[in-house]
């Protein structure tokens, strides 16, 4: 259920918090996903991966490899249109 997503993604986030991070874990990030800090930010490459590791499948145009995200993976703006076109979010507030 939801609840148990948001558990995964929150221990997602607290596992793979980079610098932010408590240094339990070594302030690492997830080798099994790329990396676009170098590249513009990672931003939206994380929340992709905590959502994927959470349950949401990849799919119809929201995927990843080892070296690069599709556009709805790594883009703010993409995330959040394909979210809402694919009915797992919904816009509460525009500003």
Known sequence: ???EQRI????????FAGAASDGLYGFDYN?????????GGDCSNYVS???HESGFKTGNGW????????????????????????????????G
Request: glycine share 8%.
């Open 8 to 15: 995964k993604a929150v221990a997602y986030a607290d596992r």
């Open 31 to 39: 080798k099994e996903y790329p990396n676009f800090n170098s590249r």
């Open 1 to 3: 259920g939801i609840a």
């Open 63 to 94: 995927t990843y490899t080892k070296d690069a995200g599709s556009h709805s993976w790594c883009n703010a703006s993409g995330l959040k249109s394909y979210l809402v076109w694919s009915g797992r979010a919904n816009v509460i507030a525009q």
């Open 49 to 51: 991966q905590a959502l």
